[in-house]
């Protein structure tokens, strides 16, 4: 399984920015999928991710409300919309695929994308 990161950028504090992650193979119902981030200094975070058969969310604190993730099964792809952004969402953003269910703890995920770089300017 492969997982393609894409959609970062340079933004301005406020803008928003839609990340895509993308499965070479098909995404089964008992997968979730999470979005980490790494910021310059910092350990890599969990973000948001979501249980890919029944579509249920989770986000981290500093990210709810202005996150939403979702999933497109036709196309094998998840989602990371990010709204509202700050100065301190700046990072590496990556996608990951975990067969164990739900998890905040990156060495619990299976397949991990290869990051892409957001970052927001005040």
Excluded: H
């Amino acid at each position: 399984v492969q997982l393609q990161a894409s959609g970062g950028g340079s933004v301005q504090a406020g803008d928003s920015l839609r990340l895509s992650c993308e499965s070479s193979a098909r995404i089964y119902s008992s997968t979730f999928m999470g979005w980490f981030r790494q910021g310059p200094g910092k350990d890599r975070e969990f973000v948001a991710g979501i249980r890919w058969g029944t579509g249920r969310a989770y986000y981290a604190d500093s990210v709810e409300g202005r996150f939403t993730t979702s999933g497109l099964k036709a196309k094998n792809t998840v989602i990371l919309e990010m709204n509202s952004l700050k100065p301190a969402d700046t990072a590496i953003y990556y996608c990951a695929a975990s067969y164990r269910g739900f998890s905040k703890v990156d060495n619990e995920y299976d397949y991990w994308g290869q990051g892409t770089q957001v970052t927001v300017s005040s």
